[in-house]
């Protein structure tokens, strides 16, 4: 008789295979590929847009809402390394909720999340589109969006490599112009440039100006600034780095940025002369302004385009590659219809991209102008996912493993629920409202599933080690793109 195998001696396609899947996705991601993604994916200049209006609603103390938002970040994203180590699949907080808890509350967890990740590249092009108004002027938004949703589709189309190819690209891009600005802010701030710019501890720390209030508003800030880097986890049916990779990724990703973002606030709130607020008619090009003033030559210009491609190609590729491997997780399992499982040659989820890219060029039709609308969906989406992560993660390790690493598994869940539950509690009433309806059309499609006799319930419950991955378990028991699983 064959001793069944421990998940850590299992290969990358064993453990898949434990699940009951075939490995159908490209298995050629590394860790490192996996951070560039994350890194990608957050955007290491995003602060750049939005540095205005950060600045005015924390009283000038940028950096300090990037550490807020890292500290309480790092609780999220320790639970989603521990529920990637645990359960290498590819649907992210779907099958980590529906496998952690139970899978009709990982439906809607993972319903609530694709929230998020449907209307993520819409919101990206249109914020992209909106940008490239400031370029050309006379040109219209739709057709900027709908340029940007066709080069991304065709990079997704051409597969995995292609997608390395250009993350790799984008993020030295997006690096070398962080060097540049650093470059550009040291020597405005030690040549006298821009009068009253001047290097002090005050953006990072202001007790004159720090208040419970002011800490509680950044704190909402900062959590939605990091948003990203959750998308690691959509490809962990594509990582060559074993069942850690995800996870450790996640964690690095989110580091690196925080740094980034706090070193280019920080010297943006000192090019900023310790002014207390912008104007309406300058918050939006805050950073820009300043980079112009500190630079006396055409870098504004250049640094403004930089942004709105690493916005509309490269964050918006990153994010249409994750929302389709979570369409393509819950069609797998059975929880959306079966085309969206469909693998094509290139070993991509081809039905699941050309749907997100539809779905984007339609939406962008009716949301350009709405910025604020389509974040607060997002966020709500998001925000509802991580409280149902956190949750999974005290009921698989606690409840059902017995584990006695209560740090890891009870504390660390705790306090990223209670953040993420403030956090949402204090949403918009628009994020609310839409967040409802969206969980109410999900009951709907739930109930319709249940009602025409279609179940619910997820494929390989065991895990890794107990039986399903071992030598005598030679064949895995679906295969989802085939049609051996049942149609919808």
Same mark, same amino acid.
């Given at each position: =008789?064959?001793?069944?195998?421990?998940?850590?001696?299992?290969?990358?396609?064993?453990?898949?295979?434990?699940?009951?899947?075939?490995?159908?996705?490209? &298995?050629?991601?590394? /860790? /490192?590929?996996?951070?560039?993604?994350?890194?990608?994916?957050?955007?290491?200049?995003?602060?750049?847009?939005?540095?205005?209006?950060?600045?005015? +609603? #924390?009283?000038?103390?940028?950096?300090?809402?990037?550490?807020?938002?890292l500290i309480a970040m790092i609780f999220t994203a320790l639970a989603y390394q521990q529920m990637a180590k645990s359960i290498p699949l590819a649907g992210s907080v779907f099958s980590?909720?529906?496998?952690?808890?139970?899978?009709?509350?990982?439906?809607?967890?993972?319903?609530?999340?694709?929230?998020?990740?449907?209307?993520?590249?819409?919101?990206?092009?249109?914020?992209?589109?909106?940008?490239?108004?400031?370029?050309?002027?006379?040109?219209?938004?739709?057709?900027?969006?709908? @340029?940007?949703?066709?080069?991304?589709?065709?990079?997704? $189309?051409?597969?995995? !490599?292609?997608?390395?190819?250009?993350?790799r690209i984008f993020l030295a891009i997006e690096l070398v112009f962080v060097v540049i600005f650093v470059v550009i802010a040291v020597s405005a701030l030690t040549g006298g440039t821009?009068p009253d710019a001047a290097f002090t501890i005050s953006p990072l720390w202001d007790a004159s100006q720090v208040t419970g209030p002011l800490i509680a508003s950044a704190l909402s800030?900062?959590? $939605? !600034?990091?948003?990203?880097?959750?998308? @690691?986890?959509? =490809?962990?049916?594509?990582? /060559?780095?074993? &069942?850690?990779?995800?996870?450790? +990724? =996640?964690?690095?990703?989110?580091?690196?940025? +925080?740094?980034?973002?706090? *070193?280019?606030?920080?010297?943006?709130?000192? *090019?900023?002369?310790?002014?207390?607020?912008?104007?309406?008619?300058?918050?939006?090009?805050?950073?820009?302004?300043?980079?112009?003033?500190?630079?006396?030559?055409?870098? =504004?210009?250049?640094?403004?385009?930089?942004?709105?491609?690493?916005?509309?190609?490269?964050?918006?590729?990153?994010?249409?590659?994750? /929302?389709?491997?979570?369409?393509?997780?819950?069609?797998?399992?059975?929880? $959306?219809?079966?085309?969206?499982?469909?693998?094509?040659?290139?070993?991509?989820?081809?039905? #699941?991209?050309?749907?997100?890219?539809?779905?984007?060029?339609?939406?962008?039709?009716?949301?350009?102008?709405?910025?604020? $609308?389509?974040?607060?969906?997002?966020?709500?989406?998001?925000?509802?996912?991580?409280?149902?992560?956190?949750?999974?993660?005290?009921?698989?390790?606690?409840?059902?493993?017995?584990?006695?690493?209560?740090?890891?598994?009870?504390?660390?869940?705790?306090?990223?629920?209670?953040?993420?539950?403030?956090? *949402?509690?204090?949403?918009?009433?628009? +994020?609310?409202?839409?967040?409802?309806?969206?969980?109410?059309?999900?009951?709907?499609?739930?109930?319709?599933? &249940?009602?025409?006799?279609?179940?619910?319930?997820?494929?390989?419950?065991?895990?890794?080690?107990?039986? *399903?991955?071992?030598?005598?378990?030679?064949?895995?028991?679906?295969?989802?793109?085939?049609?051996?699983?049942? #149609?919808?």
């Open positions: =008789m064959t001793t069944p195998r421990s998940s850590a001696e299992l290969s990358p396609q064993q453990q898949l295979e434990a699940y009951g899947y075939k490995q159908e996705l490209k &298995r050629s991601v590394s /860790t /490192t590929d996996l951070l560039i993604y994350g890194l990608i994916f957050m955007v290491p200049i995003a602060p750049w847009a939005i540095f205005g209006v950060v600045y005015n +609603a #924390a009283s000038g103390m940028v950096p300090l809402v990037y550490v807020i938002g980590y909720v529906g496998r952690g808890i139970h899978p009709t509350v990982g439906f809607f967890a993972g319903w609530a999340i694709l929230l998020d990740y449907l209307l993520v590249p819409t919101l990206l092009y249109v914020f992209a589109a909106e940008s490239m108004i400031g370029i050309f002027p006379e040109s219209p938004r739709w057709m900027w969006a709908l @340029i940007f949703v066709a080069v991304n589709t065709v990079i997704n $189309l051409l597969g995995i !490599s292609s997608i390395k190819r250009m993350n821009i800030i900062a959590v $939605l !600034s990091f948003l990203g880097f959750d998308g @690691i986890s959509t =490809m962990s049916e594509e990582a /060559t780095g074993g &069942r850690n990779s995800a996870g450790r +990724a =996640m964690i690095m990703a989110l580091c690196i940025v +925080a740094f980034l973002f706090v *070193l280019q606030t920080w010297l943006a709130s000192a *090019l900023a002369g310790g002014r207390e607020s912008f104007s309406d008619d300058e918050v939006g090009n805050a950073f820009f302004t300043l980079v112009e003033a500190a630079s006396n030559s055409g870098w =504004m210009t250049a640094f403004f385009v930089v942004n709105v491609l690493a916005v509309g190609i490269a964050n918006a590729m990153a994010a249409q590659a994750a /929302t389709s491997r979570l369409l393509f997780s819950m069609s797998r399992d059975r929880q $959306l219809p079966k085309f969206l499982s469909h693998i094509n040659r290139r070993q991509v989820p081809q039905n #699941a991209i050309i749907l997100v890219s539809a779905l984007s060029a339609i939406l962008v039709l009716f949301f350009v102008g709405q910025i604020d $609308l389509i974040s607060a969906l997002v966020n709500f989406g998001a925000l509802f996912g991580f409280m149902m992560l956190h949750l999974a993660v005290i009921v698989h390790y606690i409840v059902r493993k017995k584990s006695k690493n209560y740090l890891l598994h009870l504390a660390v869940p705790v306090v990223g629920f209670l953040i993420i539950g403030y956090v *949402l509690l204090n949403a918009s009433d628009q +994020a609310k409202i839409g967040g409802i309806v969206w969980l109410i059309l999900g009951a709907a499609v739930f109930a319709y599933y &249940r009602a025409s006799g279609r179940k619910t319930d997820l494929t390989g419950e065991s895990e890794p080690g107990s039986g *399903l991955g071992s030598e005598s378990s030679a064949e895995p028991r679906v295969a989802p793109a085939t049609g051996e699983r049942g #149609a919808l």
